[in-house]
Nanobody, 121 residues
Framework: QVQLVESGGGSVQAGGSLRLSCAVFGAADASYCMAWFRQTPGKERDWVASITSNGFTSYREGRFTISRDNAESILYLQMNSLKAEDTAMYYC??????????????????WGQGTQVTVST
């Protein structure tokens, strides 16, 4: 069973940076897409960035960088120049597959518990 555990959220002032981490357990031998999503109360979960098993990345925001350390089974999201509208609960997600990653949350079947990011002005 794949388990994802996020960390690194917190409160930061606008213009600051945060790095989120997501530790992956139980999928060391599999090829999988990983992604970050975010959600605010009453809204749908929105795609932020994704990365394939071989490192191909896609982004919603040029201020964010997704990366993965396959040896350590950790996914990262570096967020720079944060804005108040980046405030949300951030979730990492995974699906075991080769090839391109999807940006819709329905295609991911493993999720972390979320980590809150709050950006103040």
């Amino acid at each position: 069973q794949v388990q994802l555990v996020e960390s690194g959220g917190g409160s930061v002032q606008a213009g600051g940076s945060l790095r989120l981490s997501c530790a992956v357990f139980g999928a060391a031998d599999a090829s999988y897409c990983m992604a970050w999503f975010r959600q605010t109360p009453g809204k749908e979960r929105d795609w932020v960035a994704s990365i394939t098993s071989n490192g191909f990345t896609s982004y919603r925001e040029g201020r964010f960088t997704i990366s993965r350390d396959n040896a350590e089974s950790i996914l990262y999201l570096q967020m720079n120049s944060l804005k108040a509208e980046d405030t949300a609960m951030y979730y990492c997600a995974a699906v075991i597959r080769d090839g391109a990653c999807d940006s819709s949350p329905i295609h991911y079947n493993y999720w972390g518990q979320g980590t809150q990011v709050t950006v103040s002005t």
